[in-house]
């Protein structure tokens, strides 16, 4: 800085500044001379004016910084009213370097400006939820993506509980999920058939894994079950989700009896807790009120005692004529009642 002063004597005294930044512009020295040698420069916010200086912004915990790069993300301490218009997230990107310097592109100093965006009151809601789930006839593959999804949730703000693999759903359970075809359609399990009776959300395991890619929970519409590979598009999950947000029940003041030995699947333990579950009164002994077997509607009647074997047989046998006189279904039709979630399936 002496022998520059020096050179600059002949120059009258008002032009020995620009003099001086002419000079210093021209000399070749290390890095770290030039930036000790350009003081008339703020080295974080640009050149210095004759205004208010510009508020500093806060450099959040997670900004990573380099030895010939820096790169950080910094979140705006302020809202613009065009961001609470638009809030989504804004990238800038400004290079903080004289582009006349000759070393300026290694010590490029990048900052990512990261707006603070205001959440919904919908997205809200939704983070809010805890989302408790079971599985139910999951392949292999989907059961995989599953679990990779399940592994990224940490990042997350989403709650879920995932409940032990049981034969039935417990009453906290929200969700079941499943593997779907292309048509919406899911195996028929006993579990699928219990979330009817009790109104769960039956849904396609791509509601789970496309809810953790994008962070919030979506809407389960689009990935409810409409049926399973047996009856075909029934509804049957949304119709139980009505009746249960009703306070309705698909055997609603029906009573049930269950005679004889079931030796196929559903055992007669799970057909008797299906139907409790869709709200029977199970019967332990034969019920009294015998009456003649004359309903020509086809269809049940509520008001009469309804009694459940295996199979209905071509031909009674004359220990089994008492049956006559009581409405008889199978223990299939207990389970197409349940899988299309409506009474009016015909009497066998």
Not at 46 to 69: C, E, L, T, V, W
Not at 168 to 175: C, F, N, Q, R, S
Request: aromatic share 6%.
């Amino acid at each position: 800085m002496p022998a520059i002063m020096k050179n600059l004597q002949p120059y009258p005294p008002l032009d020995i500044l620009s003099q001086c930044v002419q000079k210093l512009r021209i000399i070749k020295t290390s890095r770290d001379e030039m930036l000790a040698s350009c003081s008339f420069t703020d080295d974080k916010y640009g050149s210095i004016s004759d205004g208010p200086r510009p508020k500093k912004p806060r450099i959040s915990s997670n900004a990573s910084r380099g030895s010939s790069k820096l790169s950080n993300i910094v979140n705006i301490d302020h809202i613009t009213e065009a961001e609470e218009r638009n809030p989504e997230i804004v990238l800038h990107s400004e290079i903080q370097a004289s582009q006349e310097d000759d070393w300026s592109q290694t010590s490029l100093s990048k900052t990512v400006v990261l707006s603070r965006k205001k959440p919904t009151q919908d997205s809200r809601k939704s983070l809010e939820r805890v989302i408790k789930i079971m599985y139910t006839g999951l392949t292999s593959s989907s059961e995989e993506e599953v679990e990779r999804s399940l592994a990224k949730i940490a990042g997350t703000d989403m709650r879920i509980e995932v409940f032990e693999d049981s034969s039935w759903i417990p009453d906290e359970v929200t969700h079941v999920i499943t593997h779907m075809d292309e048509h919406h359609l899911c195996k028929r399990t006993q579990k699928y058939l219990d979330a009817i009776t009790k109104g769960k959300w039956v849904v396609g395991h791509r509601w789970l894994v496309e809810s953790i890619l994008v962070g919030r929970w979506v809407d389960e519409r689009s990935y409810e079950v409409v049926g399973d590979l047996t009856n075909g598009v029934t509804a049957a999950t949304s119709k139980g989700r009505f009746l249960k947000s009703t306070g309705g029940e698909l055997f609603n003041g029906l009573r049930v009896y269950f005679q004889g030995d079931f030796q196929r699947s559903p055992s007669r333990h799970d057909l008797m807790l299906l139907a409790r579950s869709a709200g029977a009164r199970i019967l332990q002994r034969r019920p009294a009120d015998v009456q003649s077997n004359d309903n020509n509607s086809g269809v049940i009647n509520v008001d009469r005692p309804l009694v459940v074997i295996e199979d209905i047989p071509t031909k009674w046998k004359k220990s089994q004529e008492w049956l006559t006189g009581y409405q008889v279904v199978s223990s299939n039709w207990m389970i197409e009642t349940i899988s299309r979630c409506s009474l009016q399936v015909p009497l066998p």
